[in-house]
């Protein structure tokens, strides 16, 4: 599955003029060195010397592996070998072996005929060219590999750092949607009204609840995914901090299908969608919100779905100046992390609900808690 979404345009373009210049150089210089070794065999030891014959098929057959390198580099990152499918993935590369290698013979044969050379049997010919060809398409292909697999390992420390720097943000974004000046204000004077009134259990909840949520926001193992009942936990501490601010005028009701009770989720995926239900689902200071958490899996994909009863998403107040509207920094950041961990295999987005209010929808690949994360 790899980012990773910078592996999208990672693949090598058969006729790009970089890989080819470079295979030519490549090829070149094993010339070179095919050219020294013939000749220092002829002034130690006798051997026939590079004629024009030897000239035309050592150029002839060099310029034929120019071009297929870069087949073969194509072929690898197609076909890579050491992954699923392996057997298809090694018949494709045994294939072109055959083409490439029955290619050069036939180029070989060709050339000594038109230079006037004796003609030589197919069949010597094809077994002589076989270790040459093996060896040479073995060579490039496992250069190819070689290269693919140090990309593919840069590109997944690249994508590893920047999910550590999302789940980051997510977790001072998460501070920030609870300690942001009003919230304290309400909290704190609620707090305090509860003080008054003579209710000392609810005020000692309220602050009880307040730093059970800050101790659940600090407390991270830096995991970009969890178990969905984590994320619920956290979800719970939130609307129970909520609950006691709003007393009756905001009820929550959370449905999480079975099949999808073993699932794992972003790391701070649903607070933000619960929080924005809250903060714009009431319909005024004095209106009532009905807040909905519902969670199936549906086929290989995961959903999730936040309801309000407030105006919907059309009404809501306009964001700050540089703060993205639908939803703002919180769905803002919620769209790059999930981007960033499923590429384009997700789904996010604030709707109009039936009946009214908005509804928050985002659907990920399913995948289950692992045994070491149940234990």
């Not at 789940?167 to 609620?190: E, G, I, K, V, Y």
């Not at 981007?339 to 929808?361: S, T």
């Amino acid at each position: 599955m790899l980012s990773p979404q910078r592996t999208s345009k990672a693949e090598f373009s058969p006729w790009d003029w970089r890989l080819l210049a470079l295979a030519f150089l490549g090829w070149g210089a094993v010339f070179l060195v095919s050219f020294g070794q013939q000749s220092a065999s002829a002034l130690l030891y006798g051997t026939p010397a590079p004629d024009r014959v030897w000239w035309v098929n050592a150029m002839g057959g060099g310029l034929l592996w120019v071009l297929m390198t870069p087949c073969i580099f194509a072929a690898s990152e197609r076909f890579p070998l050491g992954q699923r499918r392996w057997a298809l993935h090694l018949g494709v590369h045994v294939a072109l072996l055959v083409l490439f290698w029955v290619m050069d013979v036939a180029v070989w044969l060709l050339l000594d005929r038109w230079m006037g050379a004796p003609p030589k049997p197919w069949v010597d010919s094809l077994l002589k060219g076989f270790f040459v060809n093996f060896f040479s398409y073995f060579a490039v292909a496992s250069l190819s590999h070689a290269l693919r697999y140090h990309r593919l390992y840069v590109e997944r420390r690249l994508r590893t750092a920047e999910l550590e720097s999302q789940l980051l943000r997510a977790q001072f974004f998460a501070l920030q949607m609870q300690l942001r000046p009003h919230f304290l204000f309400n909290a704190l004077n609620t707090i305090s009204g509860l003080i008054r009134t003579g209710d000392s259990r609810g005020a000692v909840q309220m602050t009880a609840g307040l730093a059970d949520l800050l101790r659940a926001v600090l407390r991270s193992d830096g995991a970009q995914e969890v178990p969905l009942r984590q994320e619920l936990d956290f979800v719970g501490r939130y609307l129970r901090v909520e609950q006691l601010r709003f007393q009756d005028r905001l009820r929550t009701h959370i449905e999480v299908d079975p099949e999808a009770s073993d699932a794992l989720v972003p790391h701070l995926l649903l607070q933000p969608l619960v929080e924005n239900a809250v903060r714009h689902g009431s319909r005024g200071d004095e209106g009532e919100n009905r807040v909905d958490i519902h969670i199936t899996r549906e086929a290989d994909m995961l959903w999730l779905r936040v309801r309000d009863m407030g105006h919907g998403p059309i009404e809501r107040e306009k964001p700050e100046p540089g703060v993205p509207e639908e939803g703002g920094i919180g769905l803002t950041n919620t769209r790059a992390r999930l981007r960033h961990l499923y590429g384009d295999a997700h789904r996010l987005e604030l709707l109009p609900a039936e009946g009214g209010g908005a509804l928050a929808e985002v659907a990920i690949p399913f995948r289950r808690v692992g045994a070491e994360q149940r234990s």
